[in-house]
């Protein structure tokens, strides 16, 4: 049982380069969620998705595309790169009316 | 704008001290929770009170919840060193399944 995965660990972009973070978990989650962190700062919420097939946005969506294609996976998309999108990427999942979180290990993303 | 608001920042004791942090938040919850980061880690969950719950208890650690202040404090008692990590409060926006987490309060535990 590994819970929630991130895939990949670290990446290094260039301004206007794009790429997937993928995010999976064996624990049949119903909703899923991307967040970001900046140092000395807490999480702030990106997209999240409440079942397979649906997305919505949250606090910080702009830059950011998701998809749920398949309940176990939600993929966060950044099309064209930023500076500002310099973070650490949070991937976390819970179970229906459960409310507590799981969270994988972070994918640290600089853009330059 | 971030939901919830921990105080202090930062929060240095001894260890076998107790400690408390707070956390403030704006709209009407459903219910709250605190996490836990280790440096540069995932976020550990470690309880969640409801908005019909006052206080609530786990091993060391009581949170309270004041609904007409908006307000919880966590309170973590005979504090070891491998408490050392940073403590967020996360509030659901209620009626939807978001979730907003506060900025943290940053607690160090020496030896």
């Known amino acids: 049982n590994a819970g929630v995965t991130q895939t990949p660990k670290f990446r290094v972009l260039k301004t206007g380069q794009s790429m997937t973070l993928l995010c999976a978990q064996d624990m049949n989650h119903e909703y899923m969620y991307w967040y970001r962190q900046d140092p000395g700062m807490g999480l702030r919420l990106i997209h999240y998705?409440?079942?397979?097939?649906?997305?919505a946005k949250g606090e910080v969506p702009d830059g950011y595309n998701v998809s749920r294609l398949k309940k176990q996976n939600f993929l966060l998309g950044l099309e064209s790169a930023a500076p500002s999108q310099t973070s650490v990427y949070f991937c976390a999942s819970a179970g229906f009316e459960s409310y507590e979180q799981y969270f994988g290990p972070g994918t640290r993303l600089t853009v330059t | 704008s971030q939901q919830g608001e921990e105080d202090p920042q930062a929060l240095s004791i001894q260890e076998g001290e107790n400690a408390t942090m707070n956390c403030s938040y704006k709209?009407?919850?459903?219910?709250l929770q605190w996490y836990r980061q280790n440096s540069g880690r995932g976020l550990v969950h470690l309880i969640l009170?409801?908005?019909?719950?006052r206080e609530k208890h786990s091993g060391r650690l009581r949170v309270t919840l004041d609904t007409s202040k908006k307000s919880s404090s966590l309170l973590i008692t005979a504090s070891r060193a491998a408490d050392t990590a940073s403590y967020f409060c996360?509030?659901?926006?209620?009626?939807?399944?978001?979730?907003?987490f506060g900025t943290g309060t940053r607690l160090k535990v020496l030896a």
């Open positions: 998705s409440v079942g397979e097939g649906t997305t």
């Open positions: 009170i409801r908005s019909n719950e």
């Open positions: 709209t009407s919850i459903n219910n």
């Open positions: 996360a509030t659901d926006i209620s009626g939807t399944y978001k979730y907003i």
